[in-house]
């Protein structure tokens, strides 16, 4: 049987699934990394559709999530959710973190969506040390899905080589 979960290396905005997930801030208005990517590629109705939530729901908090429409992307939604900010590992962050992939999940399975890619969320600009945050991401994703029929697919899309190699040790060791 083919695994829930894969592993992609590549750019997360070109990837055709029900939702992609977006690592942004809590301002929800756009930025750089993986954020940036994807406002550039979805064009002016994500961002409209994000002020839109902005004004009805204020900031997103970090560990929360909220879902909009996907713009010019090939995904049908976007699930914006706000990582920590690494401060050295006693700010919460571990939980942060696994909230949210969770309520980022759990938009996913509300939404009736089938599946859906993560990019490593808070390991770019937020600083969150990479191998750690693997494997929260993957254990969390893990963990959702034994008692989650939606999402059937999860991808992790992975921007470069050692979140690729880290991702791909960790789905082995899963299989096994
Ligand atoms: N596709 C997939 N992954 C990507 C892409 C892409 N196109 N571009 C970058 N990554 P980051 P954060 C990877 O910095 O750490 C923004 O300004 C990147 O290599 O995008 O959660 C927001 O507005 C890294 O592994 O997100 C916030 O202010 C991962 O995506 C802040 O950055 C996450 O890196 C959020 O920081």
């Given amino acids: 049987m083919q695994s829930r979960i894969q592993i992609v290396q590549g750019d997360i905005t070109t990837?055709?699934?029900d939702a992609i997930v977006n690592a942004a801030n809590p301002s929800?208005?756009?930025?750089?990394g993986v954020d940036g990517a994807i406002h550039r590629a979805a064009g002016p109705a994500l961002l409209a559709a994000c002020k839109k939530v902005r004004?009805?729901?204020?900031?997103?908090?970090?560990?929360?999530?909220?879902?909009?429409?996907?713009?010019?992307?090939?995904?049908?939604a976007v699930?914006?959710?706000?990582?920590p900010v690494?401060?050295?590992?006693?700010?919460?962050?571990?939980?942060?973190?696994?909230?949210?992939?969770?309520?980022?999940?759990?938009?996913?399975?509300?939404?009736?969506?089938?599946?859906?890619?993560?990019?490593?969320?808070?390991?770019?600009?937020y600083g969150y040390p990479r191998a750690?945050?693997?494997?929260?991401?993957?254990?969390?994703?893990?963990?959702?899905?034994?008692?989650?029929?939606?999402p059937e697919q999860v991808y992790f899309v992975c921007y470069d080589d050692e979140n690729t190699r880290l991702y791909q040790r960790l789905l082995a060791q899963h299989a096994l």
């Fill in 15 to 17: 990837i055709s699934v």
């Fill in 55 to 76: 004004q009805q729901q204020g900031e997103c908090a970090p560990g929360h999530a909220v879902i909009t429409e996907a713009g010019d992307l090939p995904a049908k």
């Fill in 28 to 32: 929800l208005l756009g930025g750089g």
């Fill in 132 to 150: 750690a945050a693997a494997l929260i991401a993957f254990n969390t994703v893990s963990d959702y899905l034994t008692t989650h029929s939606l």
């Fill in 79 to 83: 699930v914006h959710t706000v990582g």
């Fill in 86 to 125: 690494w401060r050295g590992g006693e700010a919460q962050e571990e939980r942060l973190l696994q909230d949210a992939y969770r309520n980022s999940l759990q938009l996913v399975t509300d939404n009736g969506y089938r599946s859906v890619a993560f990019p490593a969320i808070s390991t770019g600009i």
